[in-house]
C-alpha cells in the first residue's frame, strides 16, 4: 500500500493566519490526491481533489498543490470555523486507498 | 440533497457477526460506487471496503478481507456490510461514503475512489 504522511500532526494558529498543512506519498501518485476536513463528531468533509480542484461550496480561502509525492493545503486566512482536523487520501490506482494520520488545527 | 443514512452498528461479542446499512437518497444510486469508511476511536480515517456502481467489482482493505462482504441492491438503493469473525481490533464508528474515481483518456479507474459524500456514521463496538 502507498503510505500517505501529514505534518504537522497537530498545528496552533490564529484567526487570520495562514496555515499550510503537507502530505507526502511513499510513491508517487500523479495529481490522485484528496482533502477532507472533519469536525469533533461529525463525518469527513470533502475539500479538494485531484490536488488543486475546490469541491463546489467550499470557501475559496481553501486552496491545494502539488504532485508526485509531495502535496499542500493552505487556509489563506484562518476562520472560526475552520478549527478542525484535516485529513489527506490517496486514490492513484487500486492499490488500496489510503488516507494520512491527519493534521489537528487548534487556536493558540 | 443527497442524504446517506447508516444503520445496524451496536455491541457484538469478539468472533460475532454485524450487518450494517446504509439507505442513500437523492440520487440515482446505481450510476455510482460506494464505499465504507471507519474510524477507530481519536483515531484517523481507514478505508474498509467498495464496491463498484453495478455491484460487479468489490474491494477491500487487507485488514478486513475475508471477513467483510460488501453488496448493495440497486431496486433499494442501499449498501450494506456484512461483519464476521469480528475483532476487537474492529471497533470503530463506520461511514458509508459515495465514491467517485478519474478517468484519464476515457480510462476510468474503478477501485481508486475519494469520497464526496458521507453518512453520519454508525458505531460498531466488539467486546466481551
Known amino acids: 500500500d502507498i503510505q500517505m504522511t501529514q505534518s504537522p500532526s497537530t498545528l496552533s494558529a490564529s484567526v487570520g493566519d495562514r496555515v499550510t498543512i503537507t502530505c507526502r506519498a511513499s510513491q508517487s501518485i500523479s495529481s490522485w490526491l484528496a482533502w477532507y476536513q472533519q469536525k469533533l463528531g461529525k463525518a469527513p468533509k470533502l475539500l479538494i481533489y485531484?490536488?488543486?480542484n475546490l469541491e463546489s461550496g467550499v470557501p475559496s480561502r481553501f486552496s491545494g498543490s502539488g504532485s508526485g509525492t509531495e502535496f499542500t493545503l493552505t487556509i489563506s486566512s484562518l476562520q472560526p470555523d475552520d478549527f478542525a482536523t484535516y485529513y489527506c487520501?490517496?486514490?492513484?490506482?487500486?492499490?488500496?486507498?489510503?488516507f494520512g494520520g491527519g493534521t489537528k488545527v487548534e487556536i493558540k | 440533497e443527497v442524504q446517506l443514512l447508516e444503520s445496524g452498528g451496536g455491541l457484538v461479542q469478539p468472533g460475532g457477526s454485524l450487518r450494517l446499512s446504509c439507505a442513500a437518497s437523492g440520487f440515482t444510486f446505481s450510476n455510482y460506487a460506494m464505499s465504507w469508511v471507519r474510524q477507530a476511536p481519536g483515531k484517523g480515517l481507514e478505508w474498509v471496503s467498495a464496491?463498484?456502481?453495478?455491484?460487479?467489482?468489490?474491494y477491500y482493505a487487507d485488514s478486513v478481507k475475508g471477513r467483510f462482504t460488501i453488496s448493495r441492491d440497486n431496486s433499494k438503493n442501499t449498501l450494506y456490510l456484512q461483519m464476521n469473525s469480528l475483532r476487537a481490533e474492529d471497533t470503530a464508528v463506520h461511514y458509508c461514503a459515495r465514491a467517485l474515481t478519474h478517468c484519464t483518456n476515457g480510462v476510468c479507474y474503478s477501485g481508486a475512489y475519494y469520497f464526496d459524500y458521507w453518512g453520519q456514521g454508525t458505531l460498531v463496538t466488539v467486546s466481551s
Open positions: 464496491i463498484s456502481g453495478s455491484g460487479g467489482s468489490t
Open positions: 487520501q490517496q486514490y492513484n490506482t487500486y492499490s488500496g486507498l489510503t
Open positions: 485531484k490536488a488543486s
